[in-house]
DNA sequence: ACCCGACTCTAGAACGTTCTAGTCGGATGT
DNA sequence: ACATCCGACTAGAACGTTCTAGAGTCGGGT
């Protein structure tokens, strides 16, 4: 029905207006110049005609797109909730976003090809595989801001949380908790992982606990949890400071599944256990059923953070630091509880 | 470092390699037309200039667009699932997808002006709470298909899972095991909550227990769920079918907080308790640690009948019909078991 | 009466591509 | 030897905007 058609354009709405193409143009973006009278009469014609700007011809012409291009994942439940802060903070200095997703069958190179042909401005990739060298190429195009990870290459803006102090301060919470026997589950090569990794040994040392110290590999997923989980079992800690929340839950559930209660699971009252503390606060680890100990990242400020960069270096009015380390903050919920003497 | 030198075009390979740029347009786009030796120059040069097309000039021109526009809702896990889906269909058949969310703070008609701007060629909108009428006005201008509810509007493709028939799966699982008194927790006037409301009664009716029939109002939430577990504790039910997965780890969690104990909570060899079932298969409730019997759309044929659907409208190649509705999935984990007699 | 500035409006170029309608040689057919 | 055709290539228009430069018009100050 609409293919026959044309869409209606906005030389339709000058003609019909009985003014021209570039006054109805002014109208349209709300410039200066336009007469009162003039405006509302076009207004009025360009809602009657449905009418709808070309945002590729307009940009086309005025060069610039406003727009920011964003990599995530579409497995990573914490890029989901990126994405919300993201929105907020690009509407907030008049970009827009434009998303590409990677997906199992659709990798983190052909999602940003997909963004270059739209002439994004700039380029915001969540937790990128990318090799470093690579990311230093597409910076020489346009601004690249990684998020969730270090990039040691001048020409890569990094916006992340400060992952090493997220894990000191899992640690601090458990030996507060009176916990001595402390694993990490580790995510290996994994944006993140190894800063995260250090944290648990610097907090260790710290508290005098630097002969427990005890890395298990593991990785981003639940079966990498379930996996390490095994690897515990002959030799159990008192409490698991994990990578991740998927692969936390992972963990938790082979560890109840053989009859180690974890705190929280064992109903109220309940003390001992293994304790279990995440990273991420996924949205799933918020439901009452999972009920995860956790590092959150903070998304409003990472969202922010990235923006800012990103526009910034668009702009050229640089003048904070390439990288920007938000601070994480633990969020207590049920996984964790006192240590009972071994 | 970038912002001062213009991005290399077309004019500027054409250039460099000596010949015109519609010859240079035509080696880029592999149309026929050009000369063996010509040919291997351009792109020769093109590659050492790290030319990029400019999707918005070269779509501008011809008029077609070639894109599919999404609206999805961040906080919709399956939706990410269905994303992995749709960027597969539309790959197959030479189509981009262009990604618009709606987050708690980015409405749904926010993200749809914003994919009519980029002038996709049809729209795919997950789980549409636009209004019947809003949803014709817009396919009027172009094709739309609404994925995941009905639309009673002639110009509306819809493409979804048949909800009644998967709530009688639920059902007719649950009778199987024994039980009789089983609820539905409803979703209200979410998309697919009437069908998945009108699958239990009639599934209630045919195994001749129209007479227990309880319907308890509830939500899309984890909150909702917990909420009208409240409402259910006086007179628990042996079993429960949920509008949705989410809705439905709430409901089993005040379950179980409760003391009343759910198949698969109880440890191997446990009978008895209150059954649970979700729908949707999300991610989450595949974690072992959640575990929950659920109702699986079939995102791939989904995903292909949405693509298909909007194709054939933007091709004028119609010959279907205006709805696809796949059939659902019973997917039988550790939330429901045989029955234990009151 | 004249000029000036402010305001409203317009013509036409420009953005980077694709498309249409060619031109130009050289091989082919008779 | 001449028309014919074909492949390689090109000039210039077109897409729907925005931008630049400037043209009218009006009112007010000298």
Redesign the interface.
């Known amino acids: ?3 026959g058609e044309r ?1 209606t354009t906005l030389a339709d709405v000058a003609a019909e207006a009985g003014v021209s193409v570039a006054l109805a143009s002014i109208v349209m973006r709300g410039a200066a110049g336009a007469g009162a009278a003039t405006r509302e009469r076009v207004l009025e014609v360009a809602q009657r005609l ?1 009418y ?6 307009r ?2 012409r005025s060069g610039r797109t406003r727009l920011l291009g964003v990599v995530f994942d ?2 990573h ?1 914490f890029h ?2 990126l ?2 802060g993201l ?2 903070a690009a ?1 907030a200095v008049g970009y ?1 976003l ?4 990677v ?4 990798d983190e190179r052909t999602a940003i090809d ?1 963004l ?4 994004c401005e700039a380029l915001i990739l969540f937790s990128p595989r990318s090799r470093t060298a690579d990311l230093a190429a597409l910076a ?3 601004p690249v801001v990684a998020m969730m990870r270090t990039v040691r290459q001048r ?1 890569v803006d990094v916006v992340r949380t400060d992952d090493t102090r997220g894990s000191e301060l899992a640690v601090d919470h458990l030996v507060e908790l009176g916990h001595r026997h402390i694993v990490h589950l580790d995510g290996g090569t994994l944006p993140g992982a190894a800063e995260r990794r250090r944290g648990y040994q610097d907090a260790m040392k710290r508290h005098g606990l630097a002969g427990l110290i005890r890395v298990i590999p593991g990785g981003s997923g ?1 079966d990498d949890g ?1 996996r390490a989980a095994e690897r515990l079992l002959p030799e159990p800690p008192t409490a698991v400071t994990v990578f991740n929340d ?1 692969s936390a ?2 963990l ?2 082979v560890l109840r599944g053989h009859g180690h209660p974890v705190p929280g699971g064992g109903g109220p009252g309940f003390h001992g256990g293994i304790s279990v503390v995440g990273y991420d606060d996924s ?2 680890s918020r ?4 009920n995860l100990t956790t590092v959150a990242q903070d998304v409003e400020a990472l969202a922010a953070g990235a923006v800012r960069r990103a526009v910034a270096r ?1 702009e ?1 009015t640089d003048v904070e630091h390439r990288e920007v380390v938000i601070e994480p903050r633990l969020i207590v919920r049920g996984t964790s509880g006192p240590a009972v003497p071994r």
Chains 1, 2 share one sequence.
Do not use: K, N
Request: net charge neutral.
């Open positions: 029905m609409q293919s869409r449905g709808q700007p070309d945002s590729r011809a940009l086309l579409v497995r439940p989901t909730d994405l919300t929105y907020d509407g827009e434009t998303l590409s997703a997906t199992p069958r659709r997909g270059l042909q739209d002439r020489a195009r346009l020409a639940e379930a998927l839950t992972g938790l559930d949205s799933f439901l009452a059923h999972i668009i050229g």
